[in-house]
């Protein structure tokens, strides 16, 4: 593996520049027989595209995806799918003055230095551009998902700065464009991004990802645990510096008796576990949290280092988001999906013929 | 990948059950003429021992290794290095009681319905006795990575419960059955282990793990970055919730202005990255946190279902660390070790003719 | 995996049907920095295009690549470089009367059966048409190949039914349209062809590849073999049924005093083993042999089945090669570049620092 | 991948050296529920262990394997499988004089360029006593594919030197040391062996694999055929230079007349396709031919080079199989099954749920 295909069974393998002729990614492993239009992906993407609000880039990306293959008849054929997503919005005079200097909390040093040779252009291979490719793979992991067994991928914005943005209601999320669960909160979040975005600087935020319906008994229970393959797909997203599952690091100042959820008949009694013991899903919701930082790209100078080693001062003036987090949901919700569907795949390949004496009990937390 | 395999060049594959003869693993793909010996590895096994102190479990396992393959005349070949760690004080009577239920917090519930089978002795396969391995196989790691490049591998536990101790020096680390980088909060922490254990509980706690000397230029741009290794590494750990890179959780609230590290000629000014940027090491220390829940098996009892779907009671009496993040710090520093020596080793695949122009400012913090 | 992807280091991962909009691959792994342009690509699939003679299909396919990635100022980056090609002469129609049967000696049935749906124009994603991405591939492949280590792989077609073309020099291979290694032999090979045309029937072809100036010490000992993946390699392209290394099959009469090759500080004294001990390059020539079974779509009416289950008969009347053999040769050594870059890749990450103090012997047999 | 795991999904991780304390495995992905027990495996064993009649190795090993993992109260619990089988028999004395020169045909050369260092005693890890790994985990792939599918996969000698030995029937193979499949040859056999051994020579041989009650179905259409595993897992196998599915090499000289195995709905007329079309199982008996090359290891001298690269001579006077042909087939049906099996798992993590509206026509030839 050179690090660009994710998965095991439902393997995505992505491409492409920021600033290049295009992105796009093959999909392999989608069972065969799903219906799939160019729709289904096509409504994924939009969620996440640039341009849709002023607390967003202003890059204008139609990020309009071609399927090449692996459909026929408007159905998956269990060959490759692969997805093209041309770049038409591509102003590489605004990298111009990066080329020969290396901007703070970028990967442009690290980059520079692994390669010997980098497309700056944009961040190149580094941008968050590439991540357009993993929500079309999604897309289709969350489908087939859905179908098969009925689960419900879903995220929201739970925090941006110190603004802490309770849940509220699935509904709020879709109805406003910082993806939070209660749009009460959307007056003072348009007012400190205003703000925000005028003093040239930036934020970090908070993302919350979950996902109903997962059956009990999916994931490794060693290294490949559902939870470690979580944290890989959270972590492998642009900006992203931590992942908890359920309680996260709210599990270190709990007791034993507090943290373990006990179990009923009529189901669970809490999900500090976030869905997943052991490494394995629980059958309740499978619950992530993950910190985004703030975006590196700002107006305000800051020291650095050009190509030759000398002091030097970068100030980013191209099209970028203020909170990179706003447009993270889907990404984060792809992500879960694809960590998901691999694991459907592999308990299908090891576990098909478990018939468990044990009635499942409720994954829903009991009032 | 059947999931028990941890790496794709320096590959640990680990097998074995808590009261079963043995565990052990085999690593493929350590470089060969590097001389190892059994101390190397029993050293790093011997920290994590159990029974070290009153503060950890008292079942009692002399953790000897032996070396089956892969090493003649005191150097590896380059062939598979199989390492085996008999079993030996299995009292499985201790599990008689829980074989029909399913304890809270623990994969008894998510394995039956997996497996439809489990070996419930001492959790069997989930159980942390597993994580002996990883130190073994750390070891060896560890060791290539000090020889080759320099590199130190080293962690202390940062937080217990609501007790916060902060980083004084590597010297305190070893010399306290805490690894705390303090030595001043022992007391503290006795006082507090000591109640804690008479009320039957058990705590969470958080450790910090930290790689210097890692060359510039390590780790893949995209999903095998080497932050997302290592977020798969660390939630691979029984009992971790949360995993967290650099400035972490903290980069939610943080502006760009602050979060961004400043380079100079002299070195960076800071680093809130935690040595990765895009993915990539940047050359300064690589610096994870994780969160580790408190030990499920505590003696209070509480609400669970049986094999039959009934309501029950269940409370742990066996020999249990009442804070198993105490023992986790080796086990965090092997796991961090084995994220790095695999991108050492793909670097090497695919970069090793790369000659960048530009010289590598300093990792350290300049003051 | 799925498989669709080739290579542990050097990936490359294919996608597309013969007559769906195009098909491609993702080549994920080549190390940066080396020059790479269209005209590299272009030639190599040039030499594997349909329609270049009479003996061969004339479906019209310009078969002209697009280098959508990892390529930068005309070099490398060492990011995933994606390989378009459009699929343009789709008589579709061709393929209407068959979409009920299943063709003898073709993939029909199996895909059938496996999918339960199937793309069925021209074969889908089991035509030979998906070769073209191999030969793209492998042409980045062997362009790294001769320029870092001088290695040179070239093939030949060494047998055609009963004619046996001896190896007379590889000026003649690119002389004719045959890819046969004595120029002599065209006359009869044409005469030959003419006939079978006209007789609606097809035949079997044997064809040699072979790569010189492989170093000694590439490839793994026990499964990754060299001549291991040179099998599966090999045997994964289509209409293949048999792979030798060396003196392959006729090791079965051969005695060890006679097969065992024979070592002088001036040379080895044959070439047996192929150039492959124990699973490693010897730094001889790497030869394999592999059978190649006649065209299955032949005009003559052969009984097959429909998808009823009932009987009936299938006559093919597209346009094929009567001997898929002629055309396979830029894909046997495309497949073998491929699996030696992979394994030049591994042995830089597991050998890079091996200082062997014993001089190599040349290669070449000693006369 | 670093060369020692066989299989994606039912994976075989390989360690030991031929003279070291052990050799052994890990097989992860067994499906739990499975009863396995120590005979299973050590009956195949037993088919292969040398010293059996006076035409192989006298050497004397009992080769007991012990399971330290994955069954619980006699099943598999879907947890790795370790299998160890300690070396008694080392006469490490006998390799003393090889320490410097590398014997022709050998893989002494190769490994000390590769990695600088070898443990030569009885070829390390390139000895042919890794094979009796293979033969214990493909015991496990037997049982199930048995179990599950009904799959019989059993193999035998058909040609040794220039003697074919035609199939006559399973009962023979079982009753004679040679594994040939008419008894009737035996005595023709024995001499020619008696007579070869007293020479100090050694010859080669052909075996012919086969697995019945394959469903239609498994495979990947493209890179990771059926044939194409099956070829890599043969080549893999020590001495193996060449593999045939079906017709092998006799497809070059046949017209696809003759080739196509035509269908009719009461099952297929002939088998040339060896059970794989496109990759994938057609439901009839998957056929696999293997060369083996003679034993490199014989008493009569031959030209060598040592260490320092001066010519020296080679006479091996070690207890050597005179046709390592002979004890391969239970390796080589060991192979097959791990192939097999691997194939099952990935057919029901993608292909589950399909369900063909086309009847299967029956597998066997018709008369």
């Given at each position: 593996?050179?690090?660009?295909?994710?998965?095991?069974?439902?393997?995505?393998?992505?491409?492409?520049?920021?600033?290049?002729?295009?992105?796009?990614?093959?999909?392999?492993?989608?069972?065969?027989?799903?219906?799939?239009?160019?729709?289904?992906?096509?409504?994924?993407?939009?969620?996440?595209?640039?341009?849709?609000?002023?607390?967003?880039?202003?890059?204008?990306?139609?990020?309009?995806?071609?399927?090449?293959?692996?459909?026929?008849?408007?159905?998956?054929?269990?060959?490759p799918i692969a997805l093209l997503i041309r770049n038409e919005d591509q102003r590489s005079k605004d990298y111009g003055n990066i080329a020969d200097s290396f901007r703070p909390g970028h990967a442009d040093y690290t980059y520079w230095h692994k390669y010997g040779i980098?497309?700056?252009?944009?961040?190149?291979?580094?941008?968050?551009?590439?991540?357009?490719?993993?929500?079309?793979?999604?897309?289709?992991?969350?489908?087939?998902?859905?179908?098969?067994?009925?689960?419900?991928?879903?995220?929201?914005?739970?925090?941006?700065?110190?603004?802490?943005?309770?849940?509220?209601?699935?509904?709020?999320?879709?109805?406003?464009?910082?993806?939070?669960?209660?749009?009460?909160?959307?007056?003072?979040?348009?007012?400190?991004?205003?703000?925000?975005?005028?003093?040239?600087?930036?934020?970090?935020?908070?993302?919350?990802?979950?996902?109903?319906?997962?059956?009990?008994?999916?994931?490794?229970?060693?290294?490949?645990?559902?939870?470690?393959?979580?944290?890989?797909?959270?972590?492998?997203?642009?900006?992203?510096?931590?992942?908890?599952?359920?309680?996260?690091?709210?599990?270190?100042?709990?007791?034993?008796?507090?943290?373990?959820?006990?179990?009923?008949?009529?189901?669970?009694?809490?999900?500090?576990?976030?869905?997943?013991?052991?490494?394995?899903s629980t059958g309740q919701d499978v619950v992530a949290h993950i910190a985004i930082k703030p975006t590196s790209s700002i107006r305000l100078p800051r020291k650095s280092v050009n190509k030759a080693g000398e002091q030097t001062m970068v100030a980013t003036h191209g099209?970028?988001?203020?909170?990179?987090?706003?447009?993270?949901?889907?990404?984060?919700?792809?992500?879960?999906?694809?960590?998901?569907?691999?694991?459907?795949?592999?308990?299908?390949?090891?576990?098909?013929?478990?018939?468990?004496?044990?009635?499942?009990?409720?994954?829903?937390?009991?009032?």
């Amino acid at each position: 593996m050179s690090g660009n295909t994710f998965g095991t069974l439902f393997c995505v393998t992505s491409f492409g520049e920021s600033h290049g002729p295009a992105i796009g990614c093959v999909v392999d492993g989608c069972p065969p027989g799903m219906e799939l239009s160019h729709a289904d992906i096509q409504r994924e993407l939009d969620r996440r595209k640039p341009g849709t609000s002023r607390h967003v880039t202003q890059r204008r990306e139609s990020d309009t995806v071609e399927i090449l293959s692996g459909i026929h008849e408007g159905k998956t054929t269990g060959t490759p799918i692969a997805l093209l997503i041309r770049n038409e919005d591509q102003r590489s005079k605004d990298y111009g003055n990066i080329a020969d200097s290396f901007r703070p909390g970028h990967a442009d040093y690290t980059y520079w230095h692994k390669y010997g040779i980098r497309d700056h252009r944009g961040g190149g291979r580094a941008s968050a551009r590439e991540t357009a490719v993993r929500v079309a793979a999604g897309a289709i992991a969350k489908k087939w998902l859905n179908e098969r067994y009925g689960i419900i991928i879903r995220g929201y914005l739970s925090q941006l700065g110190e603004i802490v943005v309770p849940f509220m209601s699935w509904e709020s999320v879709n109805s406003n464009p910082f993806f939070v669960a209660d749009e009460n909160y959307v007056e003072q979040l348009e007012k400190y991004m205003d703000t925000l975005r005028k003093s040239g600087d930036s934020i970090g935020a908070k993302l919350t990802v979950v996902a109903e319906h997962v059956p009990v008994g999916w994931g490794e229970p060693v290294y490949d645990r559902l939870d470690a393959d979580i944290g890989y797909a959270m972590m492998s997203i642009n900006a992203v510096k931590g992942v908890e599952i359920g309680a996260g690091f709210s599990s270190v100042t709990q007791k034993g008796s507090e943290h373990g959820d006990e179990m009923t008949p009529q189901g669970f009694l809490s999900n500090h576990a976030g869905g997943i013991l052991g490494g394995i899903s629980t059958g309740q919701d499978v619950v992530a949290h993950i910190a985004i930082k703030p975006t590196s790209s700002i107006r305000l100078p800051r020291k650095s280092v050009n190509k030759a080693g000398e002091q030097t001062m970068v100030a980013t003036h191209g099209r970028h988001d203020p909170c990179v987090g706003i447009r993270a949901t889907p990404i984060a919700e792809a992500m879960l999906a694809l960590v998901l569907i691999d694991h459907a795949l592999r308990h299908r390949a090891q576990n098909a013929d478990v018939e468990c004496p044990t009635p499942r009990i409720p994954g829903k937390i009991q009032g």
